[in-house]
């Protein structure tokens, strides 16, 4: 006998989606509750690396074209003294500094518009999994409603989600902020992130790569359907 529903209390043979919506609305607010602290390490910890490689990448860009600005100026320098024996033309200089400021501004837009690509490569070095469903935290959690032994119904057979290792973070319902750590595919100069050589991508994260883990607390042992009735 199957029983009425919860929330409207019509009778099964109704078959509403009472249950169901208000099943994916308490899905939302867990996840919201749960879910929003790590969401917002990982923004963190994504951006400030993403960062650091643009700038860097930037930093690069600059060097090498101010190095080719100086060139460019000795060779003035040079044909001036050699033709002229005077230093080169204030026009000269203006038309070379422009060009440098111009080459510069090129350099910034080409670094901005690599956003996209360094943000998806670090967004890939994490890693979230979920726990095998023999652990002994998911076959019997520790549940008031529960009492301490795992129990089904109708409404909690659900497919079984594959297993793997836990995404932990030991320290995070402590306050303790997410380590930033180090940027495994890149280096670290004067203590800021190095981009890899210009010519090619970032590529896939390498095999063994830094994980970000998270274990948040158990969940609070209240009624099935959090807050008002929907």
Request: charged share 25%; aromatic share 8%.
């Amino acid at each position: 006998m199957d029983p009425d529903c919860a929330i409207c209390r019509a009778p099964a043979t109704v078959q509403c989606d009472c249950e169901a919506k208000g099943l994916e609305s308490a899905v939302k607010q867990a996840e919201d509750r749960m879910m929003r602290g790590i969401y917002n390490d990982i923004r963190g910890w994504v951006r400030a690396h993403a960062q650091d490689y643009i700038l860097e990448y930037f930093r690069l860009l600059t060097e090498r074209r101010k190095l080719q600005h100086q060139n460019h100026l000795d060779h003035l320098t040079q044909q001036a003294y050699h033709y002229y024996h005077a230093p080169p033309h204030p026009s000269q200089l203006d038309h070379a500094n422009a060009a440098l400021k111009r080459g510069v501004d090129e350099d910034w837009q080409a670094s901005v518009q690599r956003y996209p690509e360094v943000l998806e490569y670090f967004y890939s070095l994490v890693e979230l999994s979920l726990p095998s469903d023999d652990e002994p935290a998911v076959k019997d959690p520790p549940l008031s409603a529960l009492n301490g032994s795992r129990k089904t119904n109708r409404r909690s057979a659900m497919g079984s989600m594959g297993g793997g290792s836990v995404y932990h973070d030991h320290d995070r319902h402590r306050g303790t902020p997410l380590p930033r750590g180090r940027t495994p595919p890149v280096g670290r100069i004067d203590g800021r992130t190095t981009a890899p050589p210009m010519g090619g991508g970032l590529g896939p994260p390498p095999p063994g790569a830094r994980r970000m883990p998270y274990r948040g607390p158990p969940p609070p042992g209240v009624a099935y359907y959090p807050g008002p009735p929907y």
